[in-house]
């Protein structure tokens, strides 16, 4: 089955692939999928699977199904059944499966196409992610997430049984990569439900994506990179201005209504490469198994590095994901992940999966920026995972996000039929095209001049050219204020053509 493939379907607290037109029963297919996890090390033993129920859901099959799967492979060896009905991978691997995860063996890339088959930032740089801007009626400023639902009673938990539990050895200095518990949990988290081939040593805990862009382009800079490629549009200011500092050309890869262009890629001579692959930011779209199997090849023949933004992956609401590409080539991708969009961005809290031959200059570079990042804040997180609190969480937020994607949807067809929403299935934001002939700027003014504040994709474009489109981010906007703020616009927008 192909992991890539559009027919998937995701549990959302684990990656399985279902193919319907396979001719193969779905029950075997999960069977399959949960084996082939477990034998590549994605699933370590100890690690709880999702309930029967929960899974079925996710995956849109009868809860028979997935019981039926998961009894199979109890009766292999592969899992095993505990009191109350949880369900675990065994803590005794069979003989098929034994020696499976070690960092060695997990980083093995896929050798070919075959093998691929099988197997910025959203958030703003400026005042749109701080809260609704002054004297505005609505604003659509992206990169928000809706932090009044954070989970303080979960999180304070946390917070208490790391207090009263944690060893004392871990308050102390510790290495550049962060603390172990941490590291481990989100090789569980990540190989669980994003299908990486990560291992604690390959883990750098840093204080969001900012600071961990901003190690890598140190690291590689000092390796003699020499040029930097972004998507283009791409919001990834971070990477543009550090590269600057650090004495690195940026250029623009163009971006298609499925991601970035490959094609361009070798003409672009660039030795690292920022990608969005499973939502671009700003346009939505997910880039292809062939596309992604194409940039890995690139990055060989080069001996280039990927570094993969997956700043939303979490939140999909009616799209087949697919796995990170870190997963297929974790040699040349460096996975980079936050906290931000999920829980809270305040929490400072990212990490990055980096390829092994790299993972020494990064913790050093980050032991050198600030000493390290907040055990406690590590630990809790640790424990909010080990818990299940993050998934919960996220199975919680999902349809909170979606109806106010929704509402955004509906909004737009009422007042605004000729523009072209992209982007839609996944994410806190939603891009809608332009008509030709209406001009984007002025329509952000006019938007400005009704008290509603959005943004356009031009100020977003390397190379300063492409259609004209809006930005609507819509997390922490209630249902009637998305309303409001597109009839808002409406008006705005006849302003423009009636001038």
């Known amino acids: 089955m192909d992991r890539l493939g559009t027919n998937s379907r995701l549990a959302e607290d684990v990656l399985i692939e279902l193919d319907r037109d396979a001719g193969v029963s779905l029950h075997r ?5 949960i084996r082939a996890s477990i034998r590549a090390g994605r699933l370590r033993a100890g690690a709880s699977l999702p309930p029967s129920r929960t899974l079925a859901a996710g995956l849109g099959v009868s809860r028979g199904v997935v019981v039926e799967a998961y009894q ?58 701080a809260g609704l801007r002054a004297g505005l009626r609505v604003d659509f400023g992206y990169g928000r997430t809706d932090v009044s639902q954070f989970p303080r009673a979960a999180w304070l938990r946390s917070v208490r049984t790391v207090l009263t539990t944690a060893p004392n050895d871990r308050f102390a200095y510790l290495d550049g990569r962060g603390v172990l518990e941490l590291r481990q949990a989100l090789c569980d988290y990540l190989n669980r439900v994003r299908g990486t081939l990560a291992v604690p040593g390959d883990v750098v805990v840093c204080n969001g994506y900012g600071q961990g862009i901003s190690l890598l382009i140190q690291v590689l800079a000092r390796r003699g990179a020499r040029r930097i490629a972004l998507e283009d549009p791409s919001s990834d200011d971070d990477a543009r201005v550090l590269a600057g500092a650090a004495g690195l050309e940026v250029v623009g890869i163009p971006v298609g209504p499925d991601g970035v262009q490959v094609d361009a890629l070798d003409a672009a001579d660039a030795d690292a490469l920022v990608l969005t692959p499973s939502h671009q930011w700003p346009t939505g779209g997910v880039l292809s198994a062939a596309a992604r199997a194409e940039v890995i090849r690139w990055a060989r023949r080069r001996g280039a590095i990927v570094i993969e933004d997956d700043y939303d992956a979490e939140y999909r609401y009616d799209r087949s994901p697919v796995g990170a590409m870190q997963g297929l080539a974790p040699d040349h991708v460096v996975y980079c992940g936050t906290a931000s969009k999920t829980l809270a961005p305040g929490l400072r809290l990212g990490w990055m999966v980096v390829p092994p031959q790299l993972v020494a200059d990064v913790a050093a570079a980050k032991l050198l920026a600030d000493r390290g990042s907040s055990v406690i804040d590590q630990l809790t997180f640790a424990d909010f995972l080990g818990r299940g609190e993050f998934d919960r969480h996220l199975r919680r937020m999902r349809p909170v996000y979606r109806r106010r994607r929704d509402a955004l949807l509906d909004a737009l067809r009422t007042h605004l039929p000729e523009l072209r929403p992209a982007g839609i299935a996944a994410g806190q934001h939603v891009v809608a095209w332009l008509p ?49 703020g597109v009839a808002l616009l409406a008006t705005a927008i006849r302003e423009v053509r009636g001038s």
């Open 72 to 129: 199979q492979l109890v009766a292999e060896g592969y899992l095993a059944s505990r009191s109350g009905g949880y369900t675990q991978v065994a803590a005794s691997m069979p003989p098929a499966a034994a020696g499976i995860g070690s960092a060695a063996s997990m980083a093995q890339p896929a050798a070919n196409s075959a093998d691929l088959r099988a197997g910025s930032r959203a958030g703003s740089r400026a005042g749109s992610r």
């Open 29 to 33: 297919q999960i069977e399959a999928s």
């Open 436 to 484: 030709p002939g209406l001009d984007e700027a002025a329509v952000v003014a006019a938007a400005a001049r009704h008290g509603l504040g959005i943004q356009g994709v031009g100020p977003f474009r390397i190379a300063g050219a492409g259609p004209g489109g809006l930005i609507f981010g819509y997390a922490i906007l209630s249902e009637s204020a998305i309303a409001e």
